[in-house]
């Protein structure tokens, strides 16, 4: 979780390819939320969404998921192995554990987890917002 213990919690499905979800992230990290992050890789619209989901898994594994989540989407045109691997380095990890723990079960299990329960919330696009009671949101209804 993001911000403020004791903040309103919203629950956000996105796609790190999602140029919708980067800029929603910005303005929800503006406000005073405690966000939780889900998982929701649209495959079929953005190629390379379940490798950076991976990665920013991957980087959960070694205490790094928000420097990772960030990165992603600071710099969504680059989400090609390399990439991924140069920006595990820059956050001080260990980039073999880090792309092994990237291809591994877990890591696979915690992505379809969270693709599965956003199907299961009706959530068929990105980014999808939710209070911590299920009920769905609106940026807009989080900044007024």
Known sequence: MR??????EVVVYS???????AAVDQRLRALDLRLVHRHFPVRSKHPRAWAASAAAEAAV??????????ALFADQGR????????RAEALGLDVG???ADRRGEEVV???QADFDGA??????STPALFGAG???????????
């Open 3 to 8: 911000g403020r213990e004791g903040a309103r």
């Open 15 to 21: 796609d790190y390819e999602c140029p919708y979800c």
């Open 61 to 70: 594994l070694q205490g790094a998921f928000w420097p990772m989540h960030d």
């Open 79 to 86: 989400l090609e192995d390399p990439h991924l691997w140069a």
């Open 97 to 99: 554990r880090f792309d």
């Open 109 to 111: 299990a915690r992505i």
């Open 119 to 124: 199907i299961r919330a009706g959530v068929a």
């Open 134 to 144: 299920g009920e769905r949101l609106a940026v807009a209804q989080l900044e007024g």
